[in-house]
């Protein structure tokens, strides 16, 4: 499977999970979108359904011009479903933290018609931090998506 394939699995996945496990507080949930609010969780769900639209039914355009060193990826909020793909998303793994599938989801995220995300937090432990003192913030930070999406470890 290709980054796209397993994206589209990774937001569906989520979506699923969201949609059928009873809204509460678990530990996946909480670890990177912080306490649990019923309109938070409703707010995500809705997010990871516009995500999965997106790989399952619109034409993506892929940009591979990008030579920054130090990016994955990037897009500008306003044109949606262009992701202009930089150095380190091509060496980085296919599934996993940090991965191919995860990056397009980060990126997917921030068009305003999907989710509107921004980039309050990156990393692991900014987003688990940002998910402690701001959850208003990690429901609309794009590596919170990206890390709950990839679920690596895997949390329930």
């Not at 499977?1 to 699995?9: D, G, K, Y």
């Not at 998303?89 to 980085?92: G, L």
């Given at each position: 499977?290709?980054?796209?394939?397993?994206?589209?699995?990774y937001a569906n996945n989520s979506f699923i999970y969201l949609n059928n496990t009873t809204p509460c507080g678990t530990d996946r949930y909480k670890t990177w979108y912080g306490t649990f609010m019923l309109a938070n969780w409703n707010k995500v769900k809705g997010q990871y359904k516009?995500?999965?639209?997106v790989?399952?039914?619109k034409t993506m355009t892929f940009d591979c011009?990008?030579?920054?060193?130090?990016?994955?990826?990037?897009?500008?909020?306003?044109?949606p479903y262009i992701i202009h793909l930089c150095s380190l998303?091509?060496?980085?793994p296919m599934t996993g933290t940090d991965s191919?599938?995860?990056?397009?989801i980060h990126e997917t995220s921030h068009f305003q018609t999907i989710a509107g995300t921004?980039?309050?937090?990156?990393?692991?432990?900014?987003?688990?931090?940002?998910?402690?003192?701001?959850?208003?913030?990690?429901?609309?930070?794009?590596?919170?998506?990206?890390?709950?999406?990839?679920n690596t470890p895997v949390l329930l």
């Open positions: 499977m290709n980054a796209i394939s397993w994206a589209l699995r516009n995500i999965t639209n790989f399952n039914s011009g990008c030579t920054d060193a130090g990016y994955y990826a990037y897009v500008y909020r306003d044109q998303f091509w060496s980085a191919k599938a995860g990056t397009l921004y980039d309050y937090a990156y990393s692991k432990d900014g987003c688990t931090s940002l998910a402690s003192s701001s959850p208003s913030k990690s429901i609309m930070n794009a590596d919170s998506h990206e890390y709950f999406a990839e």
